[in-house]
């Protein structure tokens, strides 16, 4: 059974904004290191470590654009029906005895809703290419194995 498309979507964006306080919290902890090492350092090792701070912030920064960009893909999902697999579909495949759910919006991985597995993946990803454009029903052969959309939503 599939659970709600904007349960999930929730579930996403929920994901998305943890991570960016983890990011935000970081930098916080990296400006306050930069600070403490700034009355403690001088010369050489005072410059070498700043330099790193900053990196590792900037990297974060970067970071964090990044899980923006995610943020404003998952926003603009659609919340209709899918005829046919895109971006915001929810599905529901076997691959074999396994089931799996699948959520086409961003690549976030698994993430776990009430005690179950939902795989969310981008369009561009390989299964989500060699799942666009098919309905319920469908058989879909991707890496030697056949996967078959068992719901779409």
């Given amino acids: 059974m599939l659970p709600e498309k904007t349960d999930i979507k929730s579930l996403c964006l929920d994901h998305v ?5 983890e990011y935000e919290g970081s930098i916080a902890e990296l400006q306050k290191g930069m600070f403490e090492e700034t009355k403690s350092s001088a010369g050489d090792k005072y410059e070498t470590s700043r330099t790193q701070f900053q990196r590792e912030i900037e990297r974060l920064k970067t970071q964090i654009a990044q899980v923006h960009t995610t943020k404003a893909v ?3 999902l659609t919340m209709s029906k899918s005829i046919t697999v895109g971006e915001g579909s929810l599905l529901h495949v076997s691959l074999g005895a396994n089931q799996m759910t699948l959520y086409i919006s ?3 991985g698994n993430l776990k809703y009430n005690n179950q597995s939902v795989q969310a993946i981008s369009i561009q990803s390989p299964l989500g290419t060699a799942l666009r454009g098919h309905k319920e029903g469908d058989v879909i052969a991707f890496n030697q194995k056949k996967y078959k959309i068992e719901a779409l939503a």
């Fill in 74 to 76: 998952l926003l603009n």
């Fill in 106 to 108: 961003a690549a976030l």
């Fill in 17 to 21: 904004d943890k991570l960016i306080a």
